[in-house]
């Protein structure tokens, strides 16, 4: 199963920026989909944004014109650019690949926002 490696995160007051990474260990053939969930305690894991590997991204309502979602192919690996940040994406951020035959997870990052 491919690794993933997340970096990124940490703690930001309101209106600040972050950027999150996440590397795969291998190289993913198309076609796949790579996203970012976010996941509360006391909450299901939620979708953020996701981009597929023909360039078709999608976004939750609540971070569109906020976050960006990008890739690149060597190594395969997926950014979230989240700007203007509010208290309410508080969360840990995790990565995701999935493939016709496989689906990996990051290992989370924790993103904080303080107002």
């Known amino acids: 199963q491919v690794q993933l490696v997340e970096s990124g995160g940490g703690s930001v007051q309101t209106g600040g920026s972050l950027t999150l990474s996440c590397a795969a260990s291998?190289?993913?053939?198309?076609?796949?989909?790579t996203a970012w969930y976010r996941q509360v305690p006391g909450k299901q894991r939620e979708l953020v944004a996701s981009?597929?590997?023909?360039?078709?991204?999608n976004y939750v309502d609540s971070v569109k014109g906020r976050f960006t979602i990008s890739g690149d192919t060597v190594p395969t690996s997926v950014f979230l650019q989240m700007d203007s940040l509010k208290p309410e994406d508080t969360a840990v951020y995790y990565c995701?690949?999935?493939?016709?035959?496989?689906?990996?997870w990051g290992q989370g990052a924790q993103v904080t926002v303080s107002s």
């Open positions: 995701n690949f999935k493939t016709l035959a496989s689906e990996s």
């Open positions: 981009l597929t590997s023909d360039g078709t991204s």
């Open positions: 291998a190289v993913i053939f198309r076609p796949y989909t």
